[in-house]
């Protein structure tokens, strides 16, 4: 998808459940994290409901249980991978990613160079 359709979408509130981010340019991709952060979810919301989580420090089961889980007191969870390029286990999310929960908007960014596969 293209950068200012995309931008459009969030800024309407109209979310993915999954968002991979990845290339070499790292500047879109921090826009378009930024962008989804701010408007995904209310500033009241963000302590239950966004979690963010750094690829060399993660494992799948622990993005697929975090993903899983029911918002709290708001319409979705936000859930930002960042870093995903040092995630070991990153294409075990493969499973999840084609059966999304409905409440989580999951990011993933993953930075200066194209996801192999």
């Given at each position: 998808?293209?950068?200012?359709?995309?931008?459009k979408d969030i800024k309407a509130k109209k979310f993915?459940?999954?968002?991979?981010?990845?290339?070499?340019?790292?500047f879109y991709i921090d826009q378009i994290e930024s962008a989804i952060e701010e408007h995904a979810l209310q500033e009241h919301e963000r302590a239950f409901n966004q979690t963010i989580v750094y690829g060399k420090e993660a494992?799948?089961?622990?993005?697929?249980?975090?993903?899983r889980r029911f918002p709290m007191m708001a319409e979705r969870q936000l859930l930002l991978l960042r870093e995903a390029?040092?995630?070991?286990?990153?294409?075990?999310?493969?499973?999840?990613?084609?059966?999304?929960?409905?409440?989580?908007?999951?990011?993933?960014?993953h930075k200066h160079k194209k996801l192999n596969g």
């Open positions: 998808m293209l950068f200012d359709p995309l931008l993915a459940p999954v968002y991979l981010l990845h290339g070499p340019e790292a494992e799948h089961l622990q993005i697929i249980d975090a993903a390029q040092d995630m070991r286990s990153l294409q075990q999310l493969t499973g999840y990613v084609e059966k999304p929960a409905p409440t989580t908007v999951l990011v993933i960014s």
